[in-house]
């Protein structure tokens, strides 16, 4: 059993930044690949980035890539998304995710098949 929780969010202008945190409690953190997904009012959840469970192997939606960041530190069962050059069109609630996988290279998946997940946190970009 993993339980996972959001901060980080909030309300920022565009071109600005925020750091999300995912705070896990529960056994074996560093055994899940992580992931994190948005879902904006009225579309579906989708994926942003992923990480694997070791050596920091990620995989990042093509409308964030090269602005936002995904890691992870499994002294701190805390998994982490630097959000850089914000736009209004990321404004979402923001839900990061566990996945448990068969080898510490393994890429999260872009599909929602995740065993644990968040309560979300809001991020809003204002133009």
């Known amino acids: 059993q993993l339980q996972l929780v959001e901060s980080g969010g909030g309300e920022v202008q565009a071109g600005g930044s925020l750091r999300l945190s995912c705070a896990a409690s529960?056994?074996?953190?560093?055994?899940?690949?992580l992931g994190w997904f948005r879902q904006a009012p009225g579309k579906e959840r989708s994926f942003v980035a992923g990480?694997?469970?070791?050596?920091?192997?990620?995989a990042y939606a093509d409308s964030v890539k090269g602005r936002f960041t995904i890691s992870r530190d499994n002294a701190k069962n805390t998994l982490y998304l630097q959000l850089n050059s914000l736009k209004p069109e990321d404004t979402a609630v923001y839900y990061c995710?566990?996945?448990?996988?068969?080898?510490?290279?393994?890429?999260?998946?872009?599909?929602?098949?995740?065993?644990?997940w968040g309560q979300g946190t809001q991020v809003t970009v204002s133009s």
């Open positions: 529960g056994r074996l953190f560093e055994s899940y690949a």
């Open positions: 990480i694997s469970r070791s050596f920091d192997l990620t």
């Open positions: 995710a566990a996945k448990a996988v068969p080898t510490a290279t393994t890429i999260p998946p872009a599909n929602p098949n995740y065993n644990y």
